[in-house]
């Protein structure tokens, strides 16, 4: 069983950035997937980024290409997302998500049913 602890949240202003990270435990980090999620108030989860195990391939969400990038550190068990140019329509919790089960894939899934481990969430808001 994975365990995700998300931080970085919090309030900015439009054009602002934010840096999330989510540090893992419990299972080899440097093997599997892991991915950033956001739900919106009144919305389903959906994906924003993901990574694969090496961190070499990325998927990111049209609505955040080219204003969000995630990384990830293997050494240090942590992941990141980097926002910027935040707009008011990016304000939601945002989650880091592992997809553990399976190991050494080369594209990370987008599928929010897909990842077995999640982290508790964080919220982050823009204001206009």
């Known amino acids: 069983q994975v365990q995700l602890v998300e931080s970085g949240g919090g309030l900015v202003q439009t054009g602002g950035s934010l840096r999330l990270s989510c540090a893992a435990s419990g299972r080899t980090f440097s093997r599997y997937a892991m991915g950033w999620f956001r739900q919106a108030s009144g919305t389903e989860r959906e994906v924003v980024v993901c990574?694969?195990?090496?961190?070499?391939?990325?998927y990111d969400a049209d609505s955040v290409k080219g204003r969000f990038t995630i990384s990830r550190d293997n050494d240090k068990n942590t992941v990141y997302l980097q926002m910027n140019s935040l707009n008011p329509e990016d304000t939601a919790v945002y989650y880091c998500?592992?997809?553990?089960?399976?190991?050494?894939?080369?594209?990370?899934?987008?599928?929010?049913?897909?990842?077995?481990?999640w982290g508790q969430g964080t919220q982050v808001t823009v204001s206009s």
């Open positions: 998500a592992a997809d553990s089960d399976r190991l050494f894939v080369t594209m990370c899934r987008q599928s929010v049913h897909e990842y077995d481990g």
């Open positions: 990574t694969n195990w090496r961190g070499d391939k990325t």
